[in-house]
């Protein structure tokens, strides 16, 4: 059975998640984590030039951002200073697979809140999110 965890807004609104990745399969993957916690996915973007422009068209309707650090184009890492300089006070959540310790240091020197490791562990995300959130 699937243990049943809802993260909510502290006066009980949803939380608004903006997904970015390259991979299709983990998108939706990390879509139906945070839905399966009541949180609102509002935005799935492939690729990092679409993920800034659809960062400042949610805002300020979009409360985190789960962002992969490797992606063709323009990487997370440039897409995480582009988002924290339109908005210093985002939530950015960077996605990584093991082995990437010094790139998570530089996210995270850089304004990122966390990281969640691929591959995915529903509960380990949900609990990642939920601390980054203060939820």
């Given at each position: 059975m699937v243990?049943?965890?809802?993260?909510?807004?502290?006066?009980?609104?949803?939380?608004?998640?903006?997904?970015?990745?390259?991979?299709?399969?983990?998108?939706?993957?990390?879509?139906?984590?945070?839905?399966s916690a009541d949180i609102e996915v509002v935005g799935n973007a492939p690729n990092g030039e679409t993920?800034?422009?659809m960062y400042k068209e949610l805002y300020p309707n979009?409360?985190?951002?789960?962002?992969?650090?490797?992606?063709?184009?323009?990487?997370g890492l440039h897409v995480l200073k582009?988002?924290?300089?339109?908005d210093p006070n985002a939530k950015v959540i960077m996605v990584t697979a093991l082995g990437?310790?010094?790139?998570?240091?530089?996210?995270?020197?850089?304004?990122?809140?966390?990281?969640?490791?691929k591959p995915l562990d529903r509960l380990k995300v949900l609990e990642r999110i939920k601390a980054i959130l203060g939820a």
């Open positions: 243990e049943q965890i809802t993260i909510r807004k502290p006066d009980g609104g949803k939380y608004k998640a903006l997904v970015v990745d390259d991979s299709a399969f983990t998108l939706k993957q990390i879509t139906q984590i945070l839905m993920a800034i422009r979009v409360d985190f951002v789960t962002l992969d650090i490797t992606m063709p184009d323009v990487d582009e988002i924290m300089s339109f990437r310790e010094d790139i998570v240091k530089t996210a995270i020197m850089n304004g990122a809140k966390g990281f969640i490791l």
